[in-house]
T-cell receptor
Framework: AQSVTQLGSHVSVSEGALVLLRCNYSSSVPPYLFWYVQYPNQGLQLLLKYTSAATLVKGINGFEAEFKKSETSFHLTKPSAHMSDAAEYFCAVSERGNEKLTFGTGTRLTIIP | EAQVTQNPRYLITVTGKKLTVTCSQNMNHEYMSWYRQDPGLGLRQIYYSMNVEVTDKGDVPEGYKVSRKEKRNFPLILESPSPNQTSLYFC?????????????FGDGTRLSIL
C-alpha cells in the first residue's frame, strides 16, 4: 500500500528565508505526486504535481518540488518565504493507474515577520 | 467557474440524528471522493465513486453511506451520527482517467456531533 511521510508537523521560517517542506513516499514504482495547500477555512488547492515529465516541477506562488527516485522524496521548496505562505501543506501520492490519493499528515508552515 | 460545492459548511447536531452532506461538481468529472480531515492524521478517504452507480469503500467507511445517482452529485450520509464522526469533511472530484489528474476540492464541511 502507498504511504506518505511528511517530516515535521510544524515548520517556522522567517520572512524572506528558504522554505523546505519534506515529503517521502513508499512505492515500488514511481507514483504520481502532488502538493496541496490549505489556507484557513478553505479547501485544498493544488500547488504542483509530478506525473513523469521533468523531475523539477514548478508550481504556483513560487513553489517548486524535485522528484528524487533514489531517495523516494518529493520535497517542496520556495526560495523566499512570504507572510501569505502561512498555511498547511499536504503531500499526496497516487499509484499509476489508480485515482486514489493517499495523503501525508500535513505540515503547518508559520512565517515569522 | 469550475468548482466543487459542499453544503452545509458548518453543522452542529446530536447523536443519532440522520444527516446528509451534499456535494456537487460542475466539471463533468467521473471520479468523486469523500475525505475526513482530523488533526495529526491528514486526510483519509471515506468512500469514492468512479462513475454513476459505481461506489466503493475507502479507508474509513464505517458509519457512512454514499450514493451516486447523477454524475454531478455525490452526497455523504450519516445514518446515525456519533461523536467520533466529529470532523472536517471534504468532497473532491477529478476526471477519472487514472493519468495523474489532480483532484479538485470543495471548501469543506465542519461537523460537530454532540
Amino acid at each position: 500500500a502507498q504511504s506518505v511521510t511528511q517530516l515535521g508537523s510544524h515548520v517556522s521560517v522567517s520572512e524572506g528565508a528558504l522554505v523546505l517542506l519534506r515529503c517521502n513516499y513508499s512505492s515500488s514504482v514511481p507514483p504520481y505526486l502532488f502538493w496541496y495547500v490549505q489556507y484557513p477555512n478553505q479547501g485544498l488547492q493544488l500547488l504542483l504535481k509530478y506525473t513523469s515529465a521533468a523531475t523539477l516541477v514548478k508550481g504556483i506562488n513560487g513553489f517548486e518540488a524535485e522528484f528524487k527516485k533514489s531517495e523516494t522524496s518529493f520535497h517542496l521548496t520556495k526560495p523566499s518565504a512570504h507572510m501569505s505562505d502561512a498555511a498547511e501543506y499536504f503531500c499526496a501520492v497516487s499509484e499509476r493507474g489508480n485515482e486514489k490519493l493517499t495523503f501525508g499528515t500535513g505540515t503547518r508552515l508559520t512565517i515569522i515577520p | 467557474e469550475a468548482q466543487v460545492t459542499q453544503n452545509p459548511r458548518y453543522l452542529i447536531t446530536v447523536t443519532g440524528k440522520k444527516l446528509t452532506v451534499t456535494c456537487s461538481q460542475n466539471m463533468n468529472h467521473e471520479y468523486m471522493s469523500w475525505y475526513r480531515q482530523d488533526p495529526g492524521l491528514g486526510l483519509r478517504q471515506i468512500y469514492y465513486s468512479m462513475n454513476v452507480e459505481v461506489t466503493d469503500k475507502g479507508d474509513v467507511p464505517e458509519g457512512y453511506k454514499v450514493s451516486r445517482k447523477e454524475k454531478r452529485n455525490f452526497p455523504l450520509i450519516l445514518e446515525s451520527p456519533s461523536p467520533n464522526q466529529t470532523s472536517l469533511y471534504f468532497c473532491a472530484s477529478s476526471r477519472g482517467d487514472r493519468a495523474g489528474q489532480p483532484q479538485h476540492f470543495g471548501d469543506g464541511t465542519r461537523l460537530s456531533i454532540l
